[in-house]
DNA sequence: TCGTAAACGAGACGGTACGTCATGTCTTCTG
DNA sequence: CAGAAGACATGACGTACCGTCTCGTTTACGA
């Protein structure tokens, strides 16, 4: 999606000037205006740039979207701190996630994408490269610490352990009745490594 | 969404004859072409309909493909056996409803919702209030049986437990790296009821 | 070109009112922007008509500006008056003519007329049936009348003698030295009718 | 329009080889596209040359259409012969206009040539000084030894006359009723010089 | 003989217009 | 009079070219 690597001859003069205006341009009206109302033309327009630039180096609108969201968060570096209490730094990682989750500019940005991952496959696959598996992996990592310590149970599948630290997260978010608040992640934490029964 | 109760003219000759028809090519629509080509006069042509009737009677195309949802899946009686077993009857529910995500038919339904559910907040609304809710019910109502019982610790949230239960089916089902398994739904209880803590 | 009369279904419900703002749209444009700028979205906004009307029922700029030629010249009667004096009939026409011509309105409406004729079998065979043919055929008869009488060679070809009438006019128009004046009119009659041969 | 002579600096370094190459690429395309297809882009593909070579030296479509027809029809000595035999002369040079005029390749440029006439004022004036007026003084120079020999009317203006020879010949090709013919030309020379009345 | 300045090929840029498609409204005709 | 049919105004779509503007590369002086 992004920077067309693939096939034939690598496109040397690409402006970067008119790359960062249509990336910019379309975050800024992802919070301005309904998504539907988010239109090539109107990213064109907003970014002062001619609708074949954008045509030339983007495939499709997802491609934009997921770009602009690429560039927004490219640098956050996914890895979970190691205080020794794993709850304690699960929960801080919940929270933060929750937090962004449920702030307004962010939110709309993840709304964006999460309508184009159910549309295009190809947005799909570089939104869990590029942003699901290493932010996965990272709290995975964290868990393998402690599971090789022994403070977890042996016979757990992390990656499932992992799904359900985050995955009522996203159904809180997508879904779930009322708002996503930071409370929800230190309960989820709870249920997820202390468990359900007496 | 439908019968458009509030306001002007109570329908009184509406034509169940077309309803149907519109819902009936909105769902075999959704399954043969990719969304965006589920358009109102795709549908209207399919469904040997006129455009004004169905602009009449819908107030967008995700109320009719919520309709058309709501139609196949109405039926559903959202409720829990109780056989005693609390890990078996979730285990059960979690895994039918993790088939049924996975299907093909269902699968593109559930995708199309969502997509408007994302985009439109009467659409979300509809369907908080007439699927999502009834089963988080259901199941919350299975969960409070057994902590009646004194079977789940009493400082649970079981709104939260609802949560972590399915929660991470929609996680999986949505982004999750590969695709939605039904073992996965007894792992997800098994964590969600006994911890990861050993 | 217009009216689309052959083939399938009559349009049975075209509208007028836009089928006349299109015509005088574009009658209006010819005169104040040069050729290239009469763009069909230029007619539609200025028509206030929508750009698919317009496809629907032209094929082409070129047959809108025909039929706004049309329209506009639609009821001339193309007769010569027989007043006995073939020169002085002849005259009166060719300077009638040459008048119209020369006039900057008309003048815009047959040079565009006249690309698109160049460019366009289509529109070509139109003009040639609906308004040359008319034309040269009033001439015809006019001479027809004269040669009767005895008064033109029996020898010669009318329709070479329509030709060698208005052909100068057109040639002048066109591309000749300098404007087109009424003298020049009656110069040609003069040459035509008498021949230069002392 | 071609090596703008005037101002400035004098190219010096001209690519005789791109000049060529576009004016021989125009010649080729002519013949083969329709002329709305004849763009600059295609020009310059074709020649193998860059689209700011041809924006460099011409300052417009019409201006390399110009150049192109001036190219091919360059050599053109435009001098009528003088047999003695006005009528034949002048038959002769008539006959041989229509043939050029009617086949196929050159009927292609005169058309292009004559559309940018209609709609570039630059083009209009270049085609009368360099290819028409030329043409036009041969024929009116032809005329005035006959004139001067006492075989001509002396009240005739012999401009007129050779609007009268060869206007009727442009009339018939551009608009005319039916294709140019050779007899035509022999029909409309005797026209012009022995008159139509008997 | 070798800079050096121009013209060159290539092609990206900000744009306009194209012709098509879908929208949501409106009008006409039919059952 | 509800509903089908479909014309209407609007405006986004993706494409083709426009004319301008760099890029590096030849090429032909003139120092």
Redesign the pocket.
């Given at each position: 999606m992004p920077e067309r690597e693939p096939d034939s001859?690598p496109?040397?003069?690409?402006?970067e000037?008119?790359?960062t205006?249509v990336l910019n341009a379309t975050a800024a009206l992802i919070e301005e205006v309904p998504y539907p109302r988010l239109?090539?033309?109107?990213i064109a327009a907003r970014a002062?740039?001619?609708?074949?630039?954008i045509?030339?180096?983007w495939p499709?609108?997802g491609a934009i979207v997921f770009d602009s969201l690429l560039e927004r968060s490219g640098g956050a570096d996914a890895s979970l701190p190691d205080s020794g209490d794993l709850q304690a730094d699960l929960s801080a990682f919940l929270r933060a996630s929750a937090d962004e989750m449920a702030s307004p500019s962010t939110g709309a940005f993840l709304r964006a994408v999460t309508v184009e991952i159910l549309q295009d496959d190809g947005v799909a696959q570089q939104y869990r490269d590029r942003l699901l598996t290493p932010q996965r992996s990272a709290v995975r990592r964290r868990l393998a610490v402690s599971q090789d310590a022994g403070m977890l149970r042996d016979d757990l599948d992390l990656d499932v352990l992992v799904e359900c630290l985050l995955g009522p997260l996203v159904g809180r978010w997508l879904l779930g009745p009322g708002p996503l608040e930071v409370d929800f992640a230190d309960a989820v934490v709870d249920v997820a490594l202390r468990g359900a029964i007496r």
């Open positions: 001859t496109p040397r003069r690409r402006s000037r008119a790359r205006a239109t090539i033309e109107a002062g740039v001619g609708k074949q630039t045509y030339r180096w499709s609108r």
